[in-house]
């Protein structure tokens, strides 16, 4: 959250010019607005749509209603429009300049000025209309309003009473043709009835449900009978053993007979003695035989009788005989169930076409009463649009005498007493929040657009490189080290970058001996870090040496205040030796190799085996060699002189390296596997604070002293000649 907040403040100091300006712009074109708009003044009215004003018609009211059953129509709405239509507002200018001795009085105002500032609001949750007008004039405006509700009272009048003129003329039209509608009506209904024979279908229907059921009563009943009928046939059968009709009528015919009871007896007697002879004698012997024969004679005689007694001559068992009173009581009894049965099933049945004869008729009836029922409502719709269009016809003739409106004007306008516009605290509250909107838009569309670094963070995240400082933003009279005192007795400046020295010492595995300092484009300050780095090195007793690698644009003289050669390339070209190049400074155990003559072809001098002697040589008698080369954009003599280092440092400065060009460059140096020490963030005073956690300007020495030589990593034996140390 803190780092946030920080960040969002870092951003409105960097765009705190653009920004203030676009909300200033904006502010003082309001201002300028107010000051040039003229002063208007706005009048207001209210109408109510009204409908409790009730006519004496019921056409009438509902001409004047204000609800519509409709979704999404609103007649206030429709009331709105038409206040601000053509035709409303110049009956209005008429009632407000009417016309004087025959010519019209001329109106300050147009229809389609008086519109284009005429203003309708409906009320919510009411039926009320506000109307308002703003004119330069206040009794003018209150005047035009009052006669815009007047106008709108008077055409609401007309407008219903047009209706119901139009309303009776088509009536008078159409009660005739509804009158001779109703009387075909009536005559079809009327010949179906005497043709179907339908009286009162309700009537009819109910009278042959009626029968059914009672036919259905009927027809259980008759149910009942059969199965106890079946019941004693079943009981009867068994016991007579008769079988079916003709039997049992044969057995009782047999039985009342005399000359069957006289064959049955003889029968009887010679069936007693063959029994007996045969107990006596064999089958074969004469008497047996005769016997058997005449039984035999006496059987068949028995048998011509049966069949003489029984019914259609059918044959008759001998045995079926019922010779006692019981047996005959039995069979008639069975005769006479036999044929109650007979008589039942045709009753049941006689029953059931009777049932399918009503069942028909009723379902008959709902076809018959469906087309009855199509030509009695078309005979009722016919009397009730013929009652309807008269009961119109007389609210319509009602309706067109009265006159009536739904509108009326409950709030004349008055002159209002001050102006309506313009509004000054809208217009500055407004100005003020677009101002805002601007001005936040103004800053974001510059970051969005400016792809520089902007602060230290961000170049450890975009590199992930190792910080080795934040380097704070030079004074002008700092820049030049002649005299060197001004830099090097100012705490505040030379901690930052004794800082760095540390860091580049700390993070490096072996000692420190050869560093090229380089950037990505020209003007972010890497000559002035490698030169004040060097002083503070040298301040610290180690022997340092900048050599002026730039042979594009070499600055190392200028800035100690040198003379420009010798310098490197003369050393490189052999005309003077290192020893005899180098140039004192100033500050102690600090020498300077200016870059010398400049040269035709540079890239030659810093690739041949002379450089490579010369920077071999420079280690060997220096405790750290400083490089100062061109951009790595500019030239490849950085990439060239940085394989033979202990690495190169970068230095970036905020607002003005290009972030896409810095990671393309480190991109370029780890594939090339060239060691980068890390990164350093030049000129930004106000996290040079942050950096260090407390004011470096707060930690001064209470009593200045006198500079001494130290004694340390440093120590070496000059050579009286020239100032480097001996190896």
Request: hydrophobic share 40%.
């Amino acid at each position: 959250m803190e780092k946030g907040v920080s960040t969002v403040l870092a951003v409105l100091k960097r765009r705190s010019i653009p920004a203030i300006a676009a909300f200033v712009a904006v502010i003082g074109g309001a201002i300028a607005y107010l000051a040039v708009t003229p002063s208007k003044y706005e009048a207001y009215a209210r109408v109510m749509l009204d409908d409790k004003r009730v006519s004496v018609s019921e056409l009438g009211r509902d001409l004047t209603q204000v609800s519509a059953n409709a979704p999404g129509i609103s007649p206030l709405a429709d009331q709105a429009e038409l206040i601000k239509s053509q035709r409303v507002l110049e009956q209005a200018i008429t009632i407000a300049y009417p016309q004087t001795k025959g010519h019209l009085s001329r109106s300050p105002v147009s229809t389609w000025e008086l519109s284009r500032n005429l203003k309708v609001k409906i009320v919510p949750a009411t039926n009320i209309l506000e109307l308002s007008y703003q004119y330069r004039d206040p009794q003018l405006a209150a005047k035009l309003l009052n006669a815009i509700s007047q106008a709108m009272v008077e055409e609401n009048i007309k407008a219903i009473s047009s209706e119901a003129t139009k309303v009776r003329q088509f009536l008078e039209k159409e009660v005739p043709k509804a009158n001779n509608q109703l009387l075909q009506a009536e005559a079809k209904e009327n010949r179906y009835r005497k043709s179907s024979g339908i009286v009162s279908v309700e009537e009819q229907t109910k009278s042959l449900v009626q029968s059914i059921a009672t036919v259905e009563d009927q027809e259980r009943t008759l149910l009942a009978q059969l199965q106890e009928i079946k019941a004693k046939d079943a009981s009867l059968g068994q016991i007579t053993n008769a079988g079916n009709l003709n039997n049992a009528y044969s057995s009782v015919r047999s039985g009342q007979d005399d000359e069957i009871k006289k064959l049955r007896a003889k029968l009887s007697e010679l069936e007693n003695k063959i029994i007996e002879a045969r107990l006596r004698l064999t089958d074969e012997h004469p008497t047996v035989v005769n016997l058997v024969g005449e039984r035999d004679a006496l059987r068949a005689v028995l048998s011509e009788q049966l069949a003489r007694v029984s019914s259609e001559n059918q044959n008759v068992s001998a045995n079926n005989f019922a010779g006692d009173q019981l047996s005959q009581e039995l069979n008639s009894k069975f005769i006479l169930n036999r044929i109650e049965e007979s008589a039942v099933n045709e009753r049941q049945k006689l029953l059931q076409d009777k049932k399918y004869d009503l069942q028909k008729r009723l379902e008959e009836l709902p076809r018959k009463q469906q087309t009855l029922s199509v030509l009695t409502r078309k005979r009722e719709e016919a009397a009730a649009s013929l009652k309807l269009l008269q009961s119109k016809f007389e609210e319509a003739r009602l309706t067109e005498a009265q006159k009536v409106s739904n509108i009326r004007a409950i709030e004349n306008a008055v002159p209002p007493s001050s102006p309506s516009e313009p509004k000054l605290k809208v217009i500055l509250a407004l100005a003020s929040a677009f101002g805002t909107m601007l001005a936040v838009g103004v800053v974001l569309l510059l970051e969005v657009m400016d792809n520089t670094l902007r602060d230290a963070s961000e170049a450890e995240e975009l590199l992930q490189l190792p910080l080795l400082g934040i380097l704070p933003r030079l004074p002008g009279k700092t820049l030049i080290l002649k005299p060197a005192n001004r830099f090097l007795d100012n705490i505040g400046l030379v901690e930052p970058y004794r800082t760095l020295f540390k860091n580049l010492e700390f993070r490096s595995p072996e000692q420190l001996r050869l560093i090229v300092v380089s950037s990505t484009i020209s003007g972010e300050g890497k000559s002035v870090v490698a030169s004040h780095l060097a002083a503070v090195v040298g301040m610290l007793s180690w022997r340092t040496l900048i050599i002026d690698a730039d042979l594009q644009r070499p600055v190392q003289h200028t800035l100690f205040n040198l003379a420009s050669g010798p310098g490197m390339t003369d050393v490189l070209e052999g005309d003077v030796s290192l020893l005899d190049a180098v140039q004192p400074t100033e500050i102690e155990n600090l020498d300077v190799l200016t870059c010398g003559e400049l040269h035709g072809h540079p890239s030659q001098l810093l690739e041949s085996i002379a450089m490579k002697s010369l920077m071999a040589e420079a280690a060997e008698n220096y405790d750290l060699v400083i490089i100062d080369t061109p951009p790595l954009t500019a030239c490849a003599d950085a990439s060239t002189l940085a394989q033979q280092s202990d690495g190169i440092m970068l230095v970036t400065r905020p607002g003005f390296t290009d972030k896409e060009v810095l990671s393309r460059c480190v991109w370029e140096l780890t594939q090339n596997r060239i060691p980068i020490q890390g990164v350093v963030v030049n000129g930004m005073t106000h996290l040079t604070h942050k950096y260090y956690r407390y004011p470096i300007q707060g930690y001064q020495p209470r009593l200045p002293k006198p500079h001494k030589q130290l004694i340390g990593v440093g120590d070496s034996t000059k050579n009286p000649a020239n100032g480097i140390r001996q190896r």
